[in-house]
């Protein structure tokens, strides 16, 4: 059975979501309808994916939703300094040697240095799997996103007010939105149509973006390529990758 955690804002009108996520995938459809809600789900009924969404904090304070998942959220948390890796009950130790132990839990023992080791067999890798956590907001039209992500991406049809997003390596797609500023690492970039003004920067990633002759857009990257089209003011460079405005 899917655990599943939802909230409806009790004010009516477009609204502004603010979502950290992490991992985890987040779509937004910007629809006519006159309350946002905002569900939280997974098709596990227990195990790290069910803490995760069961751990999840969804709030409203005004006209604005906020879904935070915390550091460690489906049994994975890193920390940094001595450097150390918690997963579930297990630990993984990096040690001054190239090094790694990680024990405890059910996944036995594995070590390693010029290889990976469990229970003293080498192995070609080693894997944990969870159920995927999504995050779904229906929001009405003309609603705002903030949202940060780390390998999780971010996916909105409809028409939305402005949409400010930061990822690492998840991928950003958007429908309408009248002011977007997207920033990637590795993912890719995607404006259906922009109508105002919007700042795309992405260092290795693609930037598509479209709009009329009226929008506004300055798009930066290093590696990756940016392609502009319906006629829209586009203000781009790249070190490396090609650049085409049409």
């Known amino acids: 059975m899917p655990t599943t ?3 409806t804002a009790t004010t009516p009108g477009p609204i502004n979501l603010n979502a950290s996520l992490g991992a985890f995938d987040l779509t937004v ?10 569900t939280v789900f997974t098709t596990d009924d227990e195990g790290p994916s069910a803490d995760a969404v069961n751990a999840a904090t969804l709030g409203e304070t005004g006209d604005r939703l906020t879904v935070r998942f915390p ?3 489906g049994g994975v948390t890193v920390v940094s300094g001595n450097s150390h890796v918690q997963i579930g009950h297990g630990m993984v130790q990096m040690n001054h040697f190239g090094g790694v132990f990680v024990s405890g839990g059910n996944y036995g023992v594995i070590s390693a240095g010029r290889g990976v080791y469990v229970n003293g067999q080498r192995v070609q890798g080693a894997a944990f799997n969870m159920a995927p956590v ?3 907001a229906r929001v009405p039209v003309g609603s705002s996103i903030d949202a940060a992500t780390v390998s999780g991406s971010v996916g909105v049809s409809g028409a939305l007010g402005r949409a400010d997003i930061d990822s690492t390596s998840g991928s950003v797609e958007l429908g309408e939105v009248r002011d977007a500023d997207v ?3 590795s993912g890719a970039i995607h404006v259906d149509r ?3 003004r919007a700042r795309l920067n992405s260092t ?3 930037i598509d973006v479209t709009g009329p002759a009226t929008a506004l857009c300055s798009a930066r990257s290093v590696s990756g390529s940016i392609r502009g089209a319906g006629g829209i003011d586009l203000d781009a460079s790249s070190v490396s ?4 405005n049409r």
């Open 5 to 7: 955690r939802t909230l």
């Open 29 to 38: 459809i910007a629809e006519k309808r006159a309350h946002a809600e905002v």
């Open 71 to 73: 550091q460690g959220a």
């Open 134 to 136: 999504a995050v779904v």
């Open 183 to 185: 920033r990637t690492v």
């Open 194 to 196: 922009v109508t105002g």
């Open 204 to 206: 290795s990633g693609s």
């Open 241 to 244: 990758g090609r650049v085409r």
